[in-house]
């Protein structure tokens, strides 16, 4: 079983940067996919980032440039650092964990807004 709390959301201005952070329980961290997803209200949620227990990476087309995930396995964590934000990233963000079972965090929210 694995759970997933997501920290870091927040206010920030267009043009703004925040880091969000999704500590991980468990002992096999390391063995996961772990994922960054966003859902706006209305919207569907959608993949933002990912990386791979190996390190690869792959982001959405919208955030290509602007978004880097990463993954700290030492400490069961995984960041997502969201830079040059617009209004349309303001969203519920979540992180999931991916093995043979799907974990899913409570989400956190960034709203983009002046």
């Known amino acids: 079983q694995v759970q997933l709390v997501e920290s870091g959301g927040g206010l920030v201005q267009p043009g703004g940067s925040l880091r969000l952070s999704c500590a991980a329980s468990?002992?096999?961290?390391?063995?996961?996919?772990m994922g960054w997803y966003r859902q706006a209200p209305g919207k569907q949620r959608e993949l933002v980032a990912g990386?791979?227990?190996?390190?690869?990476?792959n982001y959405a087309d919208s955030v290509k440039g602007r978004f880097t995930i990463s993954r700290d396995n030492a400490k069961n964590t995984v960041y997502l650092q969201m830079n040059s934000l617009k209004p349309e990233d303001t969203a519920v963000y979540y992180c999931?964990?991916?093995?043979?079972?799907?974990?899913w965090g409570q989400g956190t929210q960034v709203t983009v807004s002046a």
């Open positions: 999931n964990a991916n093995l043979a079972r799907v974990y």
């Open positions: 990386i791979s227990s190996g390190g690869s990476t």
């Open positions: 468990g002992s096999i961290f390391r063995l996961y996919a």
